[in-house]
């Protein structure tokens, strides 16, 4: 199932703008086009809300914690990590919204996430 339907609720509620819905289809398009990555909310739901609610905290100046050192040194320990980097590169380079430091560590996290579930074979 694609993200209309969550995209239209965030935008409704306010969560998200109209650039924002943009920002995502961008997203979903690249990693399609780029990865043969077909984002889906089986397989990229945690995804797509956490990019949704940083391009919210962006438009708002709405901060996070950073994520916890431990967490991101076993982030930067997984074999996964390059290529979830180069993701994120590659998202960035696809959308007008930018995210700082540590939105970005939130993004590879869930970019992570993203690739272990497609290794498990959810959402083929």
Known sequence: MD???RL???LEGGMIQPADVDDIQAII???DQKYHIQLQEENADTFIAHLCAAFGRNATGEKIEPLPPEVKAELEGL???PQSLQMLQDVMAATRNHFNQTEQDYA???INNLIAR???GCGD
Do not use: G, K, R, V
């Open 3 to 5: 993200f209309t339907e």
């Open 8 to 10: 239209n609720l965030y």
């Open 29 to 31: 398009a690249m990693f």
């Open 79 to 81: 074999d996964s990590y």
């Open 108 to 110: 590879l996290l869930h």
């Open 118 to 120: 497609l290794a498990e």
